[in-house]
């Protein structure tokens, strides 16, 4: 079988097996709610854009192998790298979450793309792209959710 396609079977089978109601890779929040704190996200080869872009928070889960209802499993913050792609498929910036799991990037307003990095030769964990815009003056909030693997 090609390495290609064992991979996209490998990341449909881990979807498929994923349990009902965990939350979505990716969940845009609405400006009124309250950002997450400061970070030590970094981006580079942007433009300061004056008071808009993306601030949120990337976690993982499950982290544990069996959830159990008197002893919960809560998803735990994630420091990885992130790539914001324009709708083409240009990259804009590349950036870390912090160790919480934190990013803030100031961006340009419009619609792009964010590409969470997967590791090196590993398909898990694995999050989804999303497509997300940035309005003017304001921070767009997204939690990124890592699919850990662990079943």
């Given at each position: 079988?090609?390495?290609?396609?064992?991979?996209?079977?490998?990341?449909?089978?881990?979807?498929?097996?994923?349990?009902?109601?965990?939350?979505?890779p990716f969940n845009l929040v609405s400006p009124s709610e309250t950002p997450p704190s400061s970070s030590s996200g970094t981006s580079s080869g942007v433009p300061p854009a004056s008071g808009?872009?993306?601030?949120?928070?990337?976690?993982?889960?499950?982290?544990?192998?069996?959830?159990?209802?008197?002893?919960?499993?809560?998803?735990?913050?994630?420091?990885t790298t992130l790539t914001v792609l324009t709708l083409d498929g240009q990259e804009v910036t590349r950036f870390s979450s912090d160790a919480e799991g934190k990013f803030e990037v100031n961006l340009p307003p419009g619609d792009y793309v964010l590409h969470p990095d997967l590791p090196a030769g590993r398909p898990?964990?694995?999050?989804?792209?999303?497509?997300?815009?940035?309005?003017?003056?304001?921070?767009?909030n997204i939690i990124v959710t890592y699919d850990s693997g662990i079943r």
């Open positions: 079988m090609k390495p290609t396609l064992a991979l996209c079977l490998l990341i449909l089978l881990v979807s498929a097996c994923a349990p009902k109601g965990q939350p979505a808009s872009g993306i601030r949120g928070q990337v976690l993982i889960g499950p982290s544990c192998p069996v959830v159990q209802v008197d002893n919960p499993c809560p998803d735990q913050p994630y420091q898990i964990p694995f999050a989804a792209d999303a497509q997300f815009t940035v309005i003017p003056d304001e921070f767009t």
